[in-house]
């Protein structure tokens, strides 16, 4: 292995083990001889690579950014529907999520306190207004009911997902791809026309079906995003 080989490696070692850290514990609560003994490294080695905490958060960060580019980018269907598109892209975001450390922190950082908020802007804003898109989209293309209020639907659908996504910074559970397709399992009779609702599939893609569950008696019983989803489709009717 070559010198800048070796480089390269040394990098992206002490990359993961600072999403690690950030990840478990925050911004504030890492420290650099932290981050240099869990990838393994001497700290001069760590300053060669990074000057500061704060150049690593940032490199972080921007790989974050980058892998969220990428999973937009892979949701995305040569003529697939609005609808499609939104179930892919929880399901990207899920699975991403569980995987890669580093994108996880990259979302942490943006609600860690004392970081600059220009630097680390939320991402849930931004991810409304996607929502909000794509549902308006699907206005456009007919798939949801006429009586489906935009503004409502947009601030339902975001707020479930944002919440899977934070209730999963203490339980991976919530990422499981059956939570995703439960939520949509319930969020799209409510929506769409019940003759349009087969033609989105909810699972994800090449995954196999989910073991059939009895029915909960109980709405507490219920995951508390497919809960919401079933009480706005109570309200619509």
């Given at each position: 292995?070559?010198?800048?080989?070796?480089?390269?490696?040394?990098?992206?070692?002490?990359?993961?083990?600072?999403?690690?850290?950030?990840?478990?514990?925050?911004?504030?609560?890492?420290?650099l001889s932290e981050i240099a003994?869990?990838?393994?490294?001497?700290?001069?080695?760590?300053?060669?690579?990074?000057?500061?905490?704060?150049?690593?958060?940032?490199?972080?960060?921007?790989?974050?950014?980058?892998?969220?580019?990428?999973?937009?980018?892979?949701?995305?269907r040569p003529g697939g529907s609005?609808?499609?598109?939104?179930?892919?892209?929880?399901?990207?975001?899920?699975?991403?999520?569980?995987?890669?450390?580093?994108?996880?922190?990259?979302?942490?950082?943006?609600?860690?306190?004392?970081?600059?908020?220009?630097?680390?802007?939320?991402?849930?804003?931004?991810?409304?207004?996607?929502?909000?898109?794509?549902?308006?989209?699907?206005?456009?293309?007919?798939?949801?009911?006429?009586?489906?209020?935009?503004?409502?639907?947009?601030?339902?659908?975001?707020?479930?997902?944002?919440?899977?996504?934070?209730?999963?910074?203490?339980?991976?559970?919530?990422?499981?791809?059956?939570?995703?397709?439960?939520?949509?399992?319930?969020?799209?009779?409510?929506?769409?026309?019940?003759?349009?609702?087969?033609?989105?599939?909810?699972?994800?893609?090449?995954?196999?079906?989910?073991?059939?569950?009895?029915?909960?008696?109980?709405?507490?019983?219920?995951?508390?995003?497919?809960?919401?989803?079933?009480?706005?489709?109570?309200?619509?009717?």
């Amino acid at each position: 292995m070559s010198r800048q080989e070796r480089a390269s490696r040394t990098r992206q070692q002490i990359i993961q083990a600072a999403a690690g850290a950030f990840d478990l514990e925050g911004f504030a609560l890492t420290g650099l001889s932290e981050i240099a003994q869990l990838c393994g490294v001497s700290k001069g080695a760590l300053y060669f690579h990074f000057g500061s905490k704060e150049q690593l958060a940032d490199t972080v960060m921007a790989e974050s950014r980058e892998a969220l580019r990428e999973i937009l980018r892979a949701a995305r269907r040569p003529g697939g529907s609005a609808l499609q598109y939104l179930v892919d892209l929880c399901h990207g975001l899920a699975d991403r999520l569980e995987r890669d450390v580093v994108f996880r922190a990259g979302l942490r950082l943006t609600d860690e306190p004392g970081l600059d908020k220009d630097r680390y802007p939320s991402p849930y804003p931004a991810w409304e207004r996607l929502v909000g898109r794509q549902l308006a989209r699907a206005v456009a293309e007919q798939e949801l009911q006429p009586r489906i209020e935009l503004a409502e639907a947009t601030t339902l659908l975001a707020s479930a997902t944002v919440g899977i996504e934070m209730l999963s910074r203490r339980d991976k559970g919530w990422l499981s791809p059956h939570v995703t397709t439960g939520l949509w399992n319930a969020v799209l009779p409510a929506l769409m026309p019940v003759e349009r609702v087969g033609a989105v599939r909810t699972a994800r893609e090449g995954a196999a079906p989910a073991p059939a569950a009895p029915a909960p008696h109980h709405w507490e019983e219920l995951p508390e995003a497919v809960a919401l989803a079933k009480v706005a489709r109570y309200q619509a009717t």
